[in-house]
């Protein structure tokens, strides 16, 4: 960060609780410019890449898309490259009282706020803001490195605030029913190469086949083997050992090639560490 003021984001989908937020951080943070106010995770995720904020504050729970997942898109997307690097925004998580998701926050040294805002626990975040600005500004920590930690926060996050995780006594699902035409095709799990998200449906690509099922991707999720199916993506997750090969392109973007499938499939930043090398 230069010399210029600080700018922000406010993605809060309550105009009043957006509004009080915003003149509580005038107050707190005078020099602080609020760049746009938005109302949904998408709008965020738009607004934020063509802003370039320095501090985001994401409600955790919006229409449609939560902050949580703005926020991991929007990680997705930023634009890193040795020749226009710009840090990824600095994070605070606004949240209704859920001391599962504090509890989460906390755990990855995430700074949050808990409506109704108070003034005085956001002068507090202000100031953690402002010295995580400072550290970047001295060059005390490497871009690359600052990024890398906000990735993993960001999934561990994901994970641990994900709903409706699977019994440890419920066996991983073993076929999936699909509907062709009017009938239901018994398609065995392990057959899938991988499953991906496609507006109202999921697509369930075998070797020679695809079939559309309505299951939401996060209903459908805690029913996998997490050993034998990786989410490589938002909408995508793919049997491991069906992954032929990882490649990277020149802005550092990994692709899988699969065995018995001809696509390409992108890989999110936020999964990439799966890829490292052993």
Known sequence: MSSNPATALIAEDEPLLAQALQAELA???????VLATVGDGASAVVQALQ???DVLFFDIRMPGQSGLEAAAELADAWPVSPTSARP????VFVTAYDQYAVEAFEAQAVDYLLKPVQAA?????????????????????????????????????RQLLSPGQPLLSQPPLQVI??????????VP????IYFEAADKYIRVLTAGAEYLIRTPLKELLPQLDTQTFWQVHRGTVVRAGAIDSVTRDDAGKLALSLR??????PVSRLYSHLFRAM
């Open 260 to 265: 018995g499938r001809p696509e390409k499939l």
């Open 51 to 53: 802003l370039l904020p």
């Open 27 to 33: 107050r707190a943070w005078p020099g602080l410019r």
């Open 177 to 186: 029913q699909a509907s062709v035409g009017s009938s239901i095709r018994m």
């Open 88 to 91: 990824f925004p600095a994070l």
């Open 189 to 192: 799990v392990a057959e899938v």
């Open 121 to 157: 626990r956001l002068q507090k975040t202000v100031s953690k803001v402002q010295l995580t600005l400072a550290h970047r500004a001295q060059a005390a920590i490497s871009l690359e490195a600052d990024f890398d930690r906000t990735l993993s926060q960001l999934s561990q996050l």
